[in-house]
């Protein structure tokens, strides 16, 4: 698990009360078609969801007080590539899809 994973696990699960009841069991709450994996098209809806949630003020891009005070100025730096000082989905987008990529160790294009 590298730093950006744990960043964005942090997001997945600290964005509402419906992530906080699935605690440390993110990936189930992931897994739309309940077949115990994560494809990379759930894994997208995912985190399109936790960036719609978290964007209060619905204008495209989070800040760092809507990525939550959980996520440290590293973290939310590591993710923010263009240096703007805001997360955009595409930078979202492409954190996760990193993530998803260094997280399927056995290259099965699934998290299980
Ligand atoms: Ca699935
Ligand atoms: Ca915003
Ligand atoms: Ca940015």
Redesign the pocket.
């Known amino acids: 698990m590298n730093r950006t994973f744990s960043a964005v696990a942090v997001f997945l699960l600290a964005g509402t009360p419906t992530f906080a009841q699935v605690s440390g069991n993110y990936l189930a709450a992931?897994?739309?078609?309940?077949?115990?994996?994560?494809?990379a098209n759930?894994f997208a809806a995912f985190t399109d969801k936790v960036f719609t949630t978290l964007d209060a003020d619905k204008n495209g891009a989070l800040s760092q007080a809507e990525a939550g005070t959980t996520v440290s100025a590293e973290q939310f730096t590591a993710v923010d590539t263009n240096r703007n000082g805001s997360l955009s989905k595409s930078e979202f987008a492409a954190a996760a899809k990193a993530d998803f990529a260094a997280s399927d160790l056995d290259k099965n294009g699934?998290l299980n």
């Open positions: 992931m897994d739309t078609n309940g077949d115990m994996s994560v494809d759930e699934a």
